[in-house]
Structures are given as C-alpha cells and as structure tokens.
C-alpha cells in the first residue's frame, strides 16, 4: 500500500489536524518516514533480532542498545480493545464512540491505535487486521483496517436513507 500526497492532505476522520505528531521527531522520525511511504518501519534489537516498543532504547533479552529501524509486515489481529466515549471539543472530530485496538503484529510488535475507519464497537480479540495509514495534519500515522462489512460512513450525509 502506497500513501500518495492525496492521501496525506485527506483530513482525518478522528483527530484534528493540530494533533498531528511531530514527523521530524529524533526517535519516531523512521516510523513517520516509513508511513509516508505505506511502509510499517518498527524497531527492533541490531543484536538479537528481538522486536522493540517504539521508543525503546536498550534490549530487554540481550541489554543491546544497537536499534534497527526496517519495514515489517503489516499484519496481526487484536491483542485487546476498548471502545472510547469520551469527546474532546475541537480535538476529537468524531461525534460517535470510537475504537482502540492493541494490535499483535506477525513480526512481535505491539501498537496501540485506532482504526482507519469509524467503526460502532470495538473489534473482537483475535480479529485478523491489517494495517493501513491515517493522515492527522499530514502525517501518516499507523491504523488497523478491518472487515469492510463493520465499517461505518465518515459522517451521516454519508450513508443513504431509503425508505
């Protein structure tokens, strides 16, 4: 999956685009380069081989400190989720509860995040996902993309009424 300039200018469907992260950020700045591309870019030990947590800098298994950033696949199902219903004004465009998914990626990874689309509940643990990019402020951020049959219209004038 490549993302295209169209569809990091896309507005996001949950956050406002000043919650957009900081791409040139010292740590994530491969993870963020990676997106951009529609590569899932995840570190792991130079050492041992073993995944990393995103802004770890030392290995848990070997105590390396030698982190290699390289695009893995971008698969993996529910770990857990939760549904969000709080709002926040101004920052939180969705007007409906939103999901939040840990997702156990193929490669040992753990990311938390929501999914590429709005969905009504929260998926099912063990759920087989993929993951896609948002884009918040023009940033590809990562997100997991489920079924299309759970997935809902953006907004209501989305979805066709017939009688």
């Known amino acids: ?17 000043g919650l957009a992260p900081n791409a040139a950020d010292a740590v994530l700045a491969p993870l963020y380069a990676g997106a951009a591309r529609g590569e899932l870019v995840l570190p792991s030990c130079g050492a041992c081989g ?5 802004e770890q800098r030392a290995c848990d298994r070997c105590d390396s400190a030698d982190v290699v950033w390289a695009a893995v696949a971008p ?3 529910v770990h857990s989720a939760t549904t969000v219903h709080r709002r926040e004004r101004g920052l939180v465009l969705a007007t409906e509860p939103y999901p939040v998914v840990d997702v156990e990626l193929a490669s040992g ?6 999914t590429l689309a709005p969905r009504a509940s929260a998926p ?31 907004h209501p004038s989305d979805t066709e009424v017939t009688p």
Do not use: C, Q
């Open 75 to 77: 698969t993996g199902e």
């Open 124 to 154: 099912a643990i063990g759920e087989a996902v993929r993951i896609g990019f948002r884009s918040v402020g023009g940033v590809a951020v990562p997100a997991a993309e489920l079924a299309a049959a759970e997935i809902r219209p953006v």
């Open 109 to 114: 990874h753990r990311l938390v995040m929501t």
């Open 1 to 17: 999956m490549t993302t295209t300039a169209t569809d990091l200018a896309r507005a996001d469907w949950l956050l406002a685009p």
């Open 50 to 54: 073993l995944a990393l947590e995103l």
